[in-house]
């Protein structure tokens, strides 16, 4: 018999299509449906995405629990230190997905200083044979500000470098190997650069770190880039920012209650907004599918997982 797996939140197709014929996926379900469920006591792995919720009352339902499989970098959603004290072990997809959350964040600066969805609008609606579109701003040679110089930051970062931007950076400890400037606070960051791109995990630590203040400090030609999580900026400070002209613009792929940006950034002419597709593209998910896949196929073999998040790292 295959073993059961609980989808903590609806699969990824690809990550389900990875799963099918090995395993048996159930949920995803409520707690209360999952409390008589009749597999309950032999689930020993959840399957979860990377905005899924994993919450302590999931995993104390499962009695059985060693492994929790995330198919995406960010694991947010997962209480990591109650699967720890669960001695259950959480995985996730990095570096697989880098290229795609950097090209993305170059994207998105690219149409908010060029302006490109008002360009495509004016060409379509015939505006172009009336006269010439208002001057963007220039992006290469602006000054980037980076928050989160990881895995996926140092591919902006590289990209950027292209683009001869000077680069600067903010994180939880300086990179004396980067070739880049370290600024100890963002505030300190925001106030030296022209866009500020944020590239950190989400969850109580980066919790609004992108403030009032902040965006005070990024000032009237500053632009916001945010392909982190939603909650790692204050989105009521940011709409106030954006339709008073305290920051020039943004371009934004994750939101602070997803799918469900705030209602006045839909009316901004000053923002470009994306459904948080950083990753989304055929090969990457595919990339991140198999690996997620991978770590539950490892567990089962008894093996060492591939992917372990930092946190679970030096466990077997
Ligand atoms: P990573 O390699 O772990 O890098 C995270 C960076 O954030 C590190 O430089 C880290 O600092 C910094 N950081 C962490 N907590 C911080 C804090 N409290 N204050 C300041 N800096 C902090 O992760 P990654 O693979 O680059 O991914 C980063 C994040 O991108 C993910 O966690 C996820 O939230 C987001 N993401 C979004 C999408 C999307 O679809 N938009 C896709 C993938 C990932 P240190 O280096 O000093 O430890």
């Given amino acids: 018999m295959n073993p059961v797996l609980l989808a903590a ?12 014929g090995r395993y048996t996926v159930i949920g995803p379900m409520s707690h209360e449906m999952l409390a008589v469920h009749a597999d309950r006591e032999c ?3 959840i399957a979860a995405g990377g905005e899924s919720k994993v919450p302590p009352a999931m995993m104390d339902a499962l009695p059985a629990l060693k492994l929790i499989s995330v198919m995406g970098v960010g694991y947010d959603g997962v209480d990591v230190p109650h699967a720890i004290s669960r001695s259950a072990m959480v995985t996730h997809t990095p570096n697989v997905l880098n290229d795609d959350v950097a090209d993305l964040a170059l994207a998105l600066m690219l149409n908010i200083t060029r302006r490109l969805p008002q360009a495509d609008a004016f060409v379509r609606q015939g505006l172009w044979a009336k006269g010439s579109m208002p001057l963007a701003t220039k992006l290469s040679g602006l000054r980037l500000g980076i928050v989160g110089m990881g895995r996926i930051g140092q591919a902006i970062a590289t990209r950027a470098l292209a683009f001869g931007m000077p680069i600067a950076y903010t994180a939880r400890s300086n990179k004396p190997d980067l070739p880049y400037t370290f600024f100890a606070s963002v505030k300190e960051l925001a106030s030296q650069v022209d866009v500020l791109t944020l590239i950190t995990p989400g969850g109580a630590s ?7 203040e902040v965006l005070q400090a990024l000032g009237p030609t500053g632009y916001l880039i945010n392909v982190a999580r939603g909650s790692v900026v204050d989105e009521v400070a940011l709409v106030h920012a954006l339709s008073t002209h305290v920051i020039a613009g943004a371009g934004l792929d994750v939101f602070e209650h ?3 940006p705030h209602a006045q950034l ?6 470009i907004l994306t459904p948080h597709v950083g990753s989304a593209t055929d090969s990457t998910r ?4 198999d690996l997620a896949a991978l770590n539950i196929e490892r567990y089962f ?4 997982v591939e992917t372990p998040v930092p946190e679970c790292s030096n466990r077997k």
């Fill in 9 to 20: 939140t609806p699969l990824n197709p690809l990550y389900l299509a990875a799963l099918e």
């Fill in 43 to 45: 689930i020993e792995v």
């Fill in 206 to 212: 980066t919790h609004h770190m992108v403030n009032a």
């Fill in 258 to 260: 997803e799918p469900y």
């Fill in 266 to 271: 839909l009316a901004l002419d000053n923002v």
């Fill in 286 to 289: 595919q990339a991140m599918a």
């Fill in 301 to 304: 073999a008894n093996e060492p």
